[in-house]
């Protein structure tokens, strides 16, 4: 089993940043791509930025304002978040898509952080 935990959200003033951290632990034998998704209240989830060993992509809404990183050594990715807005306002989701212990292919998801950008 897989779990992934994300820290990070909170509140935060239009313009202003904050950064989110997203660790991996468990049955892990090799991370493909991970990811961060948001969903905000009457939408559907949507893909905000994702880091695979070839590079990054990013929603055309957040490029030049949101930076995705990783950390190989602790399974852990980070998104960076500037000039926030009112409409990033979201739950935010971690994904993983890795082979387990067992090689298999899994996809996993953590919980959610809430976003909240508001004056």
């Known amino acids: 089993q897989v779990q992934l935990v994300e820290s990070g959200g909170g509140l935060v003033q239009p313009g202003g940043s904050l950064r989110l951290s997203c660790a991996a632990s468990?049955?892990?034998?090799?991370?493909?791509?991970m990811g961060w998704y948001r969903q905000a209240p009457g939408k559907q989830r949507e893909l905000v930025a994702i880091?695979?060993?070839?590079?990054?992509n990013y929603a055309d809404s957040v490029k030049g304002r949101f930076t995705i990183s990783r950390d190989n050594a602790e399974n852990t990715v980070y998104l960076q978040m500037n000039s926030l807005k009112p409409e990033d306002t979201a739950i935010y989701y971690c994904?993983?898509?890795?082979?387990?212990?067992?090689?298999?292919?899994?996809?996993?998801w953590g919980k959610g952080t809430l976003v909240t950008v508001s004056s």
């Open positions: 880091i695979t060993n070839r590079g990054t």
């Open positions: 994904n993983a898509d890795l082979f387990n212990r067992a090689y298999q292919p899994m996809d996993y």
């Open positions: 468990g049955s892990i034998a090799r991370i493909n791509a």
